[in-house]
């Protein structure tokens, strides 16, 4: 059978809370965060400097809340500071040091 359309996914019963797993297809998986390192976004000084400014708040509202959050994130990723808010959690997710180290 063809896979349901992206609606049917989102919809699930109340008793059955969607999970990642629901929306990301195989092909997504590589880029797909564990969750531990999700944590140290928390744990990040820096991080939480750059969520004090309003303007970034608001932007990241914006997205959030928007219809078209890709169209969005590309018109986003021209202001400088979006940018550094994003570059800041690849830095705490994928420290750059580690990057093409392979696992042993």
Partial sequence: PP??????LLSSPADSPWSV???LT???EQDRVPLQKLKLLGESEELRGLL???HLRQLLLTIDQAEDKSSLMKKYMQEPLFV???D??????????KE?????
């Fill in 88 to 97: 800041c959690c690849l830095r705490i997710v994928e420290p750059p040091e």
């Fill in 26 to 28: 195989e092909d997504d």
């Fill in 84 to 86: 550094e808010f994003a």
């Fill in 52 to 54: 004090l400014n309003p």
């Fill in 100 to 104: 093409n180290v392979l696992p042993e």
């Fill in 3 to 8: 896979p349901p359309p992206p609606a049917a």
């Fill in 21 to 23: 797993e629901d929306i």
